[in-house]
């Protein structure tokens, strides 16, 4: 592999000023020349040196250097002063036309993870306080088995009537169950008791649902998620647990499977039943 590269002498008449010559003294308009010098590799320019300005004499040719008032002369090609940039930027300019290229071959990826992040939230609009939401009766009879736990584990200082809860159940064979505990009060729990928490709902999902239901549960505070947990009942789990983490693998799960609905559902407050858990009218007593 070898290398070209050198510095090549410019010049350049840049305009005329009348003078007497200090040579032969005769006045005429002598021409105002720039002469500098540019460095180059493979003969792209790189920057500028060496600039200076010459007055030629007409009559014997005689030249003398001469400092022209600003603006009189214009600048040096922006090329031969800043060459260096475009073999600075090229190789990025490259880098972002192939982000760029491989972005938009994948426009069906985007639109799929931008479903499902609007269907996430749609889901955590229920996450009212004080309620439990399903979006259907499992879901719902599900999120109120959490509530119980709730209230059995937390500390009153934690105020956990105020939790809310809210459960998406998608029938099949594998179930597909997300589950979202909102507590105002999360950054009051330690990262141990949220690890514990999760662990007893994992205890309380192999009770009331199928070996191999996958599973995914976040516990998120005012603001932010401070847990997650993802797996299948039964087997291993995945758990994140910080100050603010983050809530992808929640998003992915409706990214996953596009019929997960988080519509319409049923809600309750606290110490609510489903409506047909009571005797209606006309029921035998």
Request: aromatic letters at 8%.
């Amino acid at each position: 592999m070898f290398i070209i590269y050198g510095i090549s002498p410019k010049a350049a008449v840049v305009g005329q000023v009348p003078l007497q010559c200090p040579r032969c003294g005769v006045v005429a308009p002598h021409a105002l020349v720039r002469r500098w010098s540019v460095a180059h590799v493979f003969w792209l320019p790189l920057f500028s040196f060496g600039a200076q300005h010459l007055l030629g004499c007409p009559s014997c040719q005689a030249a003398h250097p001469f400092s022209p008032p600003p603006g009189m002369a214009a600048p040096i090609p922006f090329l031969h002063r800043f060459g260096c940039l475009i073999v600075l930027l090229l190789p990025l300019a490259m880098l972002a036309a192939m982000f760029v290229a491989a972005m938009l071959s994948r426009p069906s990826d985007k639109s799929a993870n931008t479903a499902a992040r609007f269907a996430f939230w749609d889901f955590e609009r229920h996450l009212d306080a004080g309620r439990v939401y399903g979006n259907n009766p499992e879901a719902s009879d599900l999120g109120a088995s959490i509530r119980m736990l709730l209230l059995l584990v937390a500390d009153r200082s934690l105020a956990p009537e105020t939790a809310s809860i809210a459960v998406c159940v998608e029938p099949g064979s594998p179930k597909r169950v997300v589950i979202v505990v909102r507590l105002p009060q999360l950054k009051r729990c330690s990262d141990s008791w949220r690890r514990e928490f999760l662990d007893k709902v994992r205890d309380l999902l192999r009770d009331q649902l199928a070996s191999g239901d996958e599973v995914v549960v976040g516990l998120k505070g005012t603001t932010f998620y401070g847990a997650t947990a993802d797996g299948s009942v039964g087997g291993a789990w995945s758990v994140q647990v910080g100050s603010s983490v983050s809530a992808r693998p929640l998003e992915e799960a409706f990214a996953q499977r596009p019929s997960v609905s988080a519509g319409q559902g049923e809600e309750r407050g606290a110490g609510e039943d489903r409506d047909d858990d009571r005797p209606g009218e006309g029921d035998s007593k």
